[in-house]
């Protein structure tokens, strides 16, 4: 028998979602704060590294923003239907959150992209293992995106309950991996001493497909309760 989706379960999950895509966007307050970093060719997790000024703000914003896209992600995969790539995508978003919440508590010690010294300690393996950590989250909670994205942009063609996704989903996906793909090449690039590849460009690139998606599916989640 189908799973039936209660009547608060999209209203829920869409104010979640939008709050968690709100606090992931923190990093473009780096526009008005004087943070020291080049957002052309430095990381975005630079900016809550344990040395910055505006560290603990940062760490913060990741930490909620985590929480509330896992609280959002796992409410709507209850209490939703049952439809493998619905429940594939809902998971996916569900990583997602989790992973962005540990890697606020696993935060770089210093900025390794414009920090001579710290690249060289990294570099030796002098620096702290949530190094390491935080790339392995980091990573993770960029695999979850992805999949979540790309699973429910798939389920709101298919199912055709979410139209406004099923609109905007598929350009969304393909500058999300593009970004990605960017991102890649400029890590690859830096480490083989290459340049930078404007690496912050892509990273943020990427960052800002993934909440613009996020906020679409909860925009799609509410139109999807009135319709009901």
Do not use: K
Request: glycine content about 8%; charged content about 15%; overall charge positive.
């Amino acid at each position: 028998m189908p799973h039936t989706p209660r009547p608060g379960a999209p209203r829920t999950a869409a104010l979640l979602l939008l709050l968690g895509a709100l606090a992931y966007s923190a990093w473009v307050l780096e526009v008005v704060v004087l943070t020291g970093l080049d957002p052309v060719r430095t990381y975005v997790s630079e900016l809550a590294a344990a040395d910055q000024p505006y560290g603990s703000l940062f760490r913060a914003t990741d930490l909620v923003s985590g929480l509330l896209l896992l609280a959002g992600s796992c409410w709507a995969l209850l209490r939703s239907e049952r439809r493998p790539w619905a429940v594939t995508g809902w998971a996916g978003l569900a990583l997602f959150g989790a992973a962005t919440a540990a890697d606020s508590r696993l935060p770089l010690s210093c900025p390794p992209t414009v920090d001579a010294a710290c690249a060289a300690r990294e570099a030796a393996g002098l620096v702290p293992f949530t190094h390491t950590a935080h790339a392995v989250s980091s990573s993770l909670a960029m695999v979850g995106a992805l999949v979540g994205m790309t699973a429910l942009t798939v389920a709101a063609r298919r199912y055709r309950d979410r139209p406004l996704l099923a609109r905007t989903g598929p350009a969304l996906v393909v500058v999300a991996l593009a970004a990605t793909g960017w991102t890649l090449a400029a890590i690859a690039a830096m480490e083989a001493g290459n340049g930078s590849w404007a690496l912050g460009v892509g990273q943020r690139l990427q960052l800002l497909c993934v909440a613009i998606c996020v906020a679409a599916l909860a925009a799609a989640e509410l139109r999807r309760r009135e319709a009901r």
